[in-house]
């Protein structure tokens, strides 16, 4: 993540980097934007410099009189990040600054703007490293369990309980999905300071999609309670996905047929939930869903449920194809703002691309998952294509490079999904029902 230093007087210069930066797949942290709905500047700011894996400055000479610029670039000093200073205007660099800024070479964006730009993103990449991970030497699982990511070797030694107790649904909504290149385990953070709410994945069928977004709920509600989390999945494929999560006590309503009364009634449930929503933030005067989720531990006897509201799209060819006008709707819901307030969160799975993911799409995604799995033997000599299902991409906010991943399989039914004879689960039991079933007893009890 590339932390984004400016003055205010320079705001639309800095939006300006900043999209040319993220039309190149490089995540940007920039106030306010980035600061969540009621967000303390003077917390977020020095988190997000701490973590941040390069330090762009947009220089100016309104920047070195800026109260904040400065400061921030002081503590990024403090911190060794990687500096960049890309020097916007022709005025005198002040002697402070030019101390500051010893041995660090500028880009000047004075004349030629594009070729300015392409210096600043093969220097960011240049200074963070960021690689395809995928590109260097590793082995990754051919097998890889959703048991073997837990470190169990069954059920019984799975404690709820003790999972739950290390996870503060107000601070992060991190979950395990599988493992990466060095062996580490994959971690994905739905909070709005993590990798974000948002999410894309992308291949053809039989690659792992539908796969990812089970192993994903499953994570969601194993480490989160009812209270915390509400799943709604849209599965118009035929409601395989929502038959396979049935008896999670964190299941919302679902969409499974492709007619215009289910849809229109999926549609009714969301609209009254979001408003109801809204009204709680007002009663309660809070400012956005993780003030309520405190105000709620508080006092849960006068405070309603307001759990976090994740909706999946498994296939957002048939919605978005049949019932433009409903997607369209659907997709507003998760805009930034009630993402921030509501605690909203998408998931889009598709095998389609051109055409069906347009620009608003993909400015709202955070993170982004594609798999190496080809069906029409055109890469079959490329070292970064496999046949292996649930070998996938990721990029995230959290990590600078795009990791190359083996998600953990829930099921263990053996199947073949028409793949060659591969076989996507590993023994004769479903670890995800025996999971489904430990969570319904927990929340009974």
């Known amino acids: 993540m590339v932390f984004i230093s400016y003055s205010s007087i320079d705001y639309k210069t800095a939006m300006m980097i900043r999209n040319v930066l993220e039309e190149n797949e490089i995540v940007c942290w920039m106030a306010p934007e980035s600061i969540p709905m009621g967000g303390d500047y003077s917390n977020e700011i020095p988190e997000a410099i701490e973590t941040c894996d390069a330090f762009l400055l947009v220089l100016s000479q309104k920047s070195q009189l800026s109260n904040w610029v400065p400061k921030e670039l002081d503590l990024a000093i403090t911190y060794n990040k990687p500096i960049i200073p890309f020097q916007i205007d022709n005025g005198i660099i002040t002697k402070s600054f030019n101390f500051r800024l010893t041995n660090i070479q500028r880009i000047e964006a004075l004349q030629d703007l594009d070729r300015s730009y392409r210096k600043l993103i093969e220097r960011i990449k240049s200074e963070t490293k960021t690689i395809r991970s995928d590109m260097v030497s590793s082995v990754l699982p051919t097998k890889y369990s959703y048991y073997q990511m837990l470190n169990v070797d069954d059920i ?54 539908s796969e990812f977004i089970k192993t994903l709920c499953l994570s969601l509600c194993l480490f989160f309670s009812p209270e915390n989390i509400r799943l709604h999945i849209i599965d118009q494929k035929g ?109 889009f799975s598709t095998q389609y691309f051109e055409g069906l993911i347009d620009d608003s799409i993909w400015r709202m995604i955070d993170y982004r998952i594609c798999s190496t799995v080809q069906r029409h033997g055109k890469h079959d000599n490329d070292p970064a294509i496999s046949n292996c299902p649930g070998r996938l991409y990721m990029q995230a906010r959290s990590k600078s490079e795009i990791q190359l991943i083996q998600l953990a399989y829930c099921d263990t039914e053996n199947a073949e999904r028409n793949l060659s004879g591969l076989e996507w689960f590993f023994d004769n039991k479903s670890q995800r029902k025996e999971i489904i079933d430990l969570i319904m007893r927990y929340e009974l009890d």
């Open 239 to 347: 409601g395989g996905l929502l038959h396979e999560m049935k008896g999670l006590p964190h299941l919302g309503c679902g969409l499974s047929e492709s007619s215009e009364y289910a849809v229109k009634e999926f549609t009714h449930n969301i609209e009254d939930e979001i408003d109801r929503r809204y009204k709680l933030l007002e009663k309660e005067k809070v400012s956005n869903i993780y003030q309520y989720l405190k105000l709620r531990k508080q006092s849960p006897e006068t405070v309603e449920s307001m759990p976090h509201l994740f909706i999946a799209f498994d296939e957002l060819w048939t919605l978005k194809v049949q019932y433009p006008e409903v997607f369209e709707k659907l997709k507003n819901w998760g805009n930034r703002m009630n993402a921030e307030l509501l605690g909203i969160h998408l998931l």
């Open 156 to 209: 019984s030694q799975v404690n709820i309980e003790k999972i739950r107790a290390l996870c503060d649904v107000t601070k992060s909504l991190t979950v395990p999905i599988g493992i990466n290149s060095n062996n580490e385990k994959v971690l994905l953070d739905l909070h709005q300071r993590g990798d974000g709410p948002h999410g894309l994945i992308i291949g053809p069928v039989g690659s792992g999609k």
